[in-house]
Nanobody, 126 residues
Framework: QVQLVESGGGLVQAGGSLRLSCEAS????????MGWYRQGPGKQRELVAS???????NYEDSVKGRFTISRDNTKKAAYLQMNSLKPEDTAVYYC????????????????????WGQGTQVTVSS
């Protein structure tokens, strides 16, 4: 069973910081591009930042200079450091992997696509 589990959300005042973590569980061999998405109240889910397995990153314009995405391939984890938070950053933040290669004693090696975590709430008060 392969899962992505997010942590690190919470309530913070405007101007504050939070660090989100996303850890993959299971017998994982490789994870391709990982991304952080968010969905604010009454809004569609949007890509916040992404990072390839080689470390190349991409950011949504409104978070450039404030958020930093990183990953640790040995820990099968990705992180989102969020600084200078604004009330408009309030959302549920989701971790995503576009594909994960894993092994299972019953089915052998398998690749699954578009894997999502359960989400973590970030609330920024003004």
């Amino acid at each position: 069973q392969v899962q992505l589990v997010e942590s690190g959300g919470g309530l913070v005042q405007a101007g504050g910081s939070l660090r989100l973590s996303c850890e993959a569980s299971g017998s994982i061999l490789n994870i391709n591009t990982m991304g952080w998405y968010r969905q604010g109240p009454g809004k569609q889910r949007e890509l916040v930042a992404s990072i390839t397995s080689g470390g190349s990153s991409n950011y949504e314009d409104s978070v450039k200079g404030r958020f930093t995405i990183s990953r640790d391939n040995t820990k099968k984890a990705a992180y989102l450091q969020m600084n200078s938070l604004k009330p408009e950053d309030t959302a549920v933040y989701y971790c995503n992997a576009d594909w994960i290669l894993f092994t299972d004693p019953h089915i052998g090696t398998k690749r699954i696509y578009d894997v999502w975590g359960q989400g973590t709430q970030v609330t920024v008060s003004s």
